[in-house]
């Protein structure tokens, strides 16, 4: 049986914790940033944890996660 493949996208966005833990960016902090206060900028510029309902979805994408912690 060969290997699976990664997602090459779902690889570039999330990332693991030491615990094992899937996180992500928050949304929002692309365009339109004008009219955005400063601490709701400086709040979507954290990651956070992957929710419990998109994580195996997530986990789908990317069938080796330990791979994800080797980002450049």
């Given at each position: 049986m060969p290997k699976?493949?990664?997602n090459r996208s779902a690889a570039k966005r999330?990332?693991?914790t030491g615990s094992g833990k899937l996180r992500?960016?928050?949304a929002g902090k692309n365009h339109l940033l004008e009219h955005k206060g400063?601490?709701?900028l400086r709040s979507?510029?954290?990651t956070v944890e992957v929710n419990d309902s998109d994580l195996y979805k997530a986990l789908?994408?990317?069938p080796?996660?330990?791979a994800l912690r080797h980002k450049p």
């Open positions: 699976m493949k990664t999330y990332d693991l992500r960016k928050r400063a601490s709701r979507l510029a954290k789908r994408q990317c080796y996660p330990k």
